[in-house]
């Protein structure tokens, strides 16, 4: 039981340039978030999905896009980076999103764009 | 989800009991306060969530007040360990968190 698995746990890029991090669960979580950490910031909301097949938006999703293929998975791409998108990346899964129940998070991605 | 209120930073002697308050006063009935914490970078972990009731499990114990609108995490026993940012976090959803700034706890030895 892995938990949740991030990759790459590093990457830098050159603006303009596109990637995607990878996020995969193995507790068959129907609910995946990503979030980003700027510097002194706590963590702020990107995308997030309650099941296969259904994302929506949270605070910040701008210059980002995501989808839900199958249960474990959740990529989330960056497009066309830009130096502002410079940031510690965390993806989190939780059953069924319960307010009784935790979230896990993964141990994060941190990306820099030049 | 309702916002919650903070510290930013807090010191506690090592071995002490270790008390971070987090007020969050326009919390609804449905929503729970969980607490997590964050080491250095990594992502952040699990300590314990509550409703009404105070809670207590191996890492630590929730004090909700009767109204709600504030509550505080006990580490009952700090160590070096135990020095990271503390989040309070109110939601109906846990797909969804909003994190403040935290509280960013340093025990000394």
């Known amino acids: 039981n892995a938990g949740v698995t991030q990759t790459p746990k590093f990457q830098v890029l050159k603006t303009g340039q596109s990637m995607t991090l990878q996020c995969a669960q193995d507790?068959?979580?129907?609910?995946m978030s990503w979030y980003r950490q700027d510097p002194g910031m706590g963590l702020r909301l990107i995308h997030y999905?309650?099941?296969?097949?259904?994302?929506d938006q949270g605070e910040v999703p701008n210059g980002y896009n995501v989808s839900r293929s199958t249960t474990e998975d959740f990529p989330l791409r960056l497009l066309s980076a830009a130096p502002s998108q410079t940031s510690v990346y965390f993806c989190a899964s939780s059953y069924q999103g319960q307010a009784n129940t935790e979230a896990f998070f993964g141990q994060g991605t941190r990306l820099t764009v030049v | 989800d309702a916002k919650t209120t903070q510290p930013p930073s807090m010191d506690c002697a090592e071995g002490r009991a270790a008390n971070l308050p987090c007020n969050h006063s326009?919390?609804?009935?449905?929503?729970?306060v969980y607490w997590y914490r964050q080491i250095h970078s990594q992502g952040p972990q699990y300590i314990i969530h509550?409703?009404?009731n105070n809670e207590t499990n191996e890492m630590a114990s929730l004090i909700i007040t009767e109204d709600r609108k504030s509550s505080t995490l006990i580490l009952p026993h700090a160590t070096l360990r135990d020095t990271a940012v503390y989040y309070c976090i109110v939601t109906s959803g846990t797909y969804k968190y909003i994190f403040g700034t935290g509280t960013r706890l340093k025990v000394l030895a």
């Open positions: 999905s309650v099941g296969a097949g259904i994302t």
């Open positions: 509550g409703l009404k």
């Open positions: 326009t919390i609804s009935g449905n929503e729970y």
């Open positions: 507790m068959n979580h129907e609910y």
